[in-house]
């Protein structure tokens, strides 16, 4: 059987070998016309480009890695599901790996990245820092995470959210306020929710009281600590949880306890994934810009890659979105 070339894609196609490549390749501008044009020669003669030839011959791999805590994490999983969209309409390919708060995982999973030449990393993990990104000589672009002075971060506004969320529970009368988050060391733009709830509260003379868990806290370990949130404050009229998983749980703890949610407990969670607004749709929450944090992360990698400018943070707005788990304001 004749082994098929470019040129008979080309020659099905009407346009010239060049354009063939940049199609398969994703470069330059290309019509959607010319595209399809060229996709369907393709298909019709079952045309698979070889891979290996054109990395060696643009020196470029067409990977991406993407590194992310846990894709079980709705937040996550809606992030790596926008970020390997948006990589996709560009021409990437995607290598993801799940490193959740385990170092070892995440500098194994970094060296098999570099290893497979991947163009660029996409980072999101919440381990301690690892050496590695100190040397690490490819584009990179951090999703909540600081990791090197030159590469850039992009983040939601956590202060803002944070500030909006503990002043919804003030201004529907709560007293009695207890914020839940995670500690992270590595993770300052999520440390900063913990800062406005305590300048919130603060500033209206409240008491603020946290209860931290480790980001890898297993489930029965977390819910033995939000039990004893209850069993110490029984009194406790607001909560504001650091992401809508635990605003859930702390929900479904507080109802078996026999309190009546938003008439002497009112939640407010944090995240806003698509999956936890569907499973919990009355909860209120913080609605994190997902699909623009990945878009955007997307885009400075794709200038970064072209040797563009690239700003070193870019912080985008959060929204807050009422829910049955608030009381109507007057
Ligand atoms: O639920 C996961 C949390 O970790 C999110 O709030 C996100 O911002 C990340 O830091």
């Given at each position: 059987m004749k082994k098929l070339k470019l040129e008979d894609v080309a020659a099905l196609a009407g346009v010239s070998k060049t354009t063939v490549s940049r199609v398969i390749n994703r470069r330059g501008s290309l019509s959607q016309k010319t595209i399809d044009k060229v996709e369907a020669a393709m298909a019709q003669l079952n045309y698979h480009p070889n891979v290996i030839a054109q990395q060696l011959h643009t020196q470029r791999t067409n990977l991406i890695g993407i590194l992310v805590?846990?894709?079980?994490?709705p937040f996550f999983g809606e992030l790596t599901m926008y970020l390997e969209d948006a990589l996709f309409q560009r021409g990437y390919k995607v290598l993801i790996s799940d490193a959740l708060n385990q170092t070892a995982k995440e500098e194994r999973y970094l060296s098999q990245l570099m290893g497979h030449q991947v163009d660029g990393l996409i980072i999101a993990t919440h381990n301690?820092?690892?050496?590695e990104y100190q040397h690490a000589n490819l584009p990179i672009v951090a999703i909540d995470r600081f990791l090197r002075a030159d590469i850039p971060v992009v983040a939601s506004d956590n202060y803002a959210g944070a500030k909006l969320a503990t002043e919804a529970l003030i201004q529907r009368g709560c007293q009695h306020i207890i914020h839940t988050y995670t500690t992270n060391p590595s993770n300052w733009h999520d440390n900063q929710r913990e800062k406005a709830f305590q300048a919130v509260m603060a500033d209206h003379h409240l008491p603020a009281i946290t209860y931290t868990t480790a980001f890898d806290c297993p489930p029965a370990e977390r819910t033995a600590r939000f039990e004893r949130l209850f069993d110490e404050?029984?009194?406790?009229?607001g909560i504001f949880a650091s992401n809508d998983l635990d605003a859930a749980r702390l929900l479904s703890l507080a109802r078996a306890r026999?309190?009546?949610?938003?008439?002497?407990l009112q939640i407010i969670g944090y995240d806003g994934a698509q999956a936890t607004q569907e499973l919990v749709p009355e909860l209120a929450t913080i609605i994190q810009p997902i699909e623009q944090m990945a878009t955007y992360a997307v885009k400075l990698l794709a200038d970064r890659m072209a040797g563009k400018f690239t700003p070193t943070s870019t912080v985008l707005p959060v929204n807050l979105k009422t829910g049955q788990t608030l009381k109507t304001l007057p």
């Open positions: 805590p846990s894709v079980a994490n301690n820092k690892l050496e404050h029984p009194a406790v009229d026999g309190y009546r949610v938003p008439a002497d």
